[in-house]
């Protein structure tokens, strides 16, 4: 049938074994744990027994990327195969969408927080006039940083649900009834989490009910899953409420003195709350909470806080009578109450312990977000998840370390899975060449960027760019792309200088073009053919071991008598590796140089536990021997 279809169709035998393991695994009602590397054809491997068996199907995407290529090239050639329609969704995390109650209150008072945004203004205004989704994802050259979109999307803490007078145009609610209606609905693993969260709570449920789940980009599941399964409280979010609390009593407030002060006393709370840590860390930057609960101004800040955020929320409910709109008002008080339950949180002094880390993040100048998040979620998943949904099919290209698959498991929660490990349908030893230099110095020496810098050169000058240069951080990231900026003469596209789709459209239009990128572009990211040429990865990418989750993760793995560096951070980082590199080659006429510049893949014993869960490539040291490669015939 497929051959049919397409006139340049391949048998791939890998393939076909997919799709009998995922056609029994929904038969037999078991899960599945499955590692199909690039080019299998895996979405097509899934999709076809998914749908043929007739039951209600839920697929989950690690990236929109991917989301989106299911729902609007997979699936429609699907149903050209099949000769017949299938019935199908896509629904996104709430606050990709635009809330058209949001925006008109924005449009009579737009705010923006930095002078660039005005610029996008019109744009904004003429794109919710003219479209049927909602979904920012239509307008690409929107920057990922736009921050006013959180003042006019859909996001959970501001929404009226069904009292909302725009409901019914509502595009959420169009999403969801089109969702109800379909059987084959793709979303991602934030809106997946999200909906196990509510169906755990009084709150019911987002994705419709469901009998068999293919999570695709499953080695992303654990880090969105933690994300979910925690709390979070922001300046910005007090701010916003203070904003919003101030706008829906504003007739109360100018007739009641004592009212205003209430919203007052809020926002100068939150200043001297917030701004205690603000003005400690560093923009950007991870710190635990443990050092400030034992400052006595911050805990008092913090008191005070909460305090302030229940005045404001008795203010509400004594404005109530007569104050107008009774829906937006509850979402008030929910809202008030939500951040006090957090605060509680965090302020406890049993807050951080080996099932529970709290932590925050400093964000810009003036913006700090709090955290508690769990150390572990492998419970949580294996209760709200394996144990309710018959058949869970979890697939990646990159689940396995050294072969086995015991990792992910003991990660996720998973049990009882039958285990498929399929082998690449390219030609590793063929296609393409790993280069790791020799006496390179190590990543944390003051020569590294320098020599960093120097070696990508080189490659990209045996490539004639055509490169993605990965980075495990932002930091590598500018001072690589500030090196190499006008002194060569390949264009350069960086991370963050446009959306990443609209980034990755014009690396693909523009001849021998070299994107930097950090890791959101390690994973699902596709450029066939001799665009990329050339994938180089800074420096093994194990995971911060001062980040705070990944400190309480290591801390909870040697409490336990375990060793946290074998049992997490080295098959962590060998996930991440097999990703990064995973970008080069994504056809079967793809052929390129693959480039890690970190020498303890040759100088350390687990060096050799990155290798063999590499494809064979052939490892060279030299540059010579990369250029003899890459000038031979295809």
């Known amino acids: 049938m497929l051959a049919r279809v397409h006139p340049g169709f391949e048998l791939r035998p890998g393939q076909i074994k997919m799709s009998q393991a995922v056609a029994q695994a929904i038969e037999s009602s078991t899960h599945l744990l499955m590692e199909a590397p690039t080019g299998t054809g895996k979405t097509f491997a899934y999709l076809v027994p998914a749908i043929e068996s007739g039951r209600k199907v839920i697929v989950s995407t690690g990236t929109k990327n991917l989301q989106e290529q299911l729902f609007y090239k997979d699936l ?36 923006f927080d930095e002078m660039s945004e005005v610029d996008f203004h019109g744009t904004l ?101 933690t994300a979910h399964l925690g709390r979070a409280v922001s300046s910005r979010q007090v701010g916003e409420l203070a904003d919003d609390i101030e706008h829906a009593l ?47 101004l911050w805990m008092a800040s913090g008191r005070a806080l909460k305090e302030a955020l229940s005045q404001c929320e008795t203010a509400v409910h004594e404005a109530m009578p007569g104050a107008g709109d009774e829906a937006a008002l509850d979402n008030l008080i929910a809202r008030a109450a939500d951040q006090i339950g957090t605060l509680e949180v965090i302020l406890s002094p049993e807050a951080s312990s080996l099932s529970l880390v709290t932590w925050g993040e400093a964000r810009g100048r003036a913006s700090v977000s709090l955290q508690a998040s769990p150390i572990d979620v492998a419970e949580p998943l294996r209760e709200m998840l394996f144990s309710k949904v018959p058949a869970v099919v979890l697939t990646s290209a990159t689940l396995a370390i050294d072969g086995s698959f015991e990792f992910v498991r003991s990660r996720l929660g998973v049990d009882e899975a039958e285990e498929l490990a399929l082998e690449s349908p390219f030609d590793p030893t063929r296609q393409a060449v790993l280069y790791v230099p020799r006496k390179f110095p190590e990543p944390r020496h003051e020569t590294f960027i320098g020599r960093l810098t120097e070696e990508i050169r080189s490659l990209m000058e045996i490539t004639s760019g055509r490169a993605f240069l990965l980075f495990t951080s932002y930091s590598n990231l500018r001072r690589v792309r500030d090196a ?36 959101s572009f390690w994973h699902g990211v596709d450029v066939q053919g001799e665009a990329l040429s050339l994938v180089t990865i800074d420096k093994l990418p194990f995971d911060v071991p001062s980040d705070p989750i990944v400190a309480a993760r290591i801390e909870a793995i040697r409490s336990r008598g375990g060793n946290p560096f074998t049992r997490y951070q080295i098959p962590a980082a060998v996930i991440d590796l097999k990703q990064g590199l995973g970008r080069l080659l994504r056809s079967r006429q793809d052929r390129g140089v693959l480039a890690v510049m970190d020498a303890r893949l040759l ?22 021997a990369v250029r003899h490669f890459f000038r031979q015939p295809r």
């Open 603 to 624: 100088t350390r014993p687990y060096g050799r536990t990155f290798l063999n869960s590499l494809p064979p490539y052939p490892l060279l040291h030299d540059l010579d």
């Open 250 to 296: 504003g007739a109360a407030l100018d007739g009641q003195e004592a009212q205003r002060r209430r919203v007052d006393a809020l926002r100068a709370a939150s200043r001297d709350f917030f701004g205690l840590m603000s003005g400690r860390e560093a923009s950007g930057s991870r710190f635990v909470l443990d050092a400030y609960r034992h400052d006595d």
């Open 76 to 111: 429609p050639e699907i149903e050209r195969v099949l000769g017949r329609p299938v019935s199908s969704a896509c629904m996104k995390g709430r606050d990709n969408y635009l809330c058209i109650k949001r925006f008109r209150e924005f449009q009579d008072d737009p705010v």
């Open 125 to 225: 205004a003429g794109w919710a006039r003219e479209t049927a989704t909602g979904d920012r994802g239509e307008m690409g050259d929107l920057p990922e940083s736009f921050r006013a979109w959180d003042r006019i999307n859909a996001r959970a803490d501001t929404c009226l649900g069904q009292r909302c007078p725009d409901f019914e145009p509502c595009f959420l609610t169009r999403m969801r009834r089109s969702a109800a209606e379909a059987q084959v609905v793709v979303v991602n693993h934030h809106l997946l989490m999200a909906d196990l969260v509510l169906r755990g709570s009084a709150f019911g449920q987002v994705i419709p009910d469901y009998s068999v789940l293919i999570v695709d980009e499953a080695h992303a599941l654990e880090d969105v899953a």
């Open 484 to 519: 190499l900026a006008g002194t060569v003469a390949w264009p350069l596209l960086a991370q963050g200088d446009a959306s990443r789709h609209a980034l990755l459209e014009r690396f693909r239009a523009t001849p021998n073009a070299v994107l930097l990128a950090t890791s």
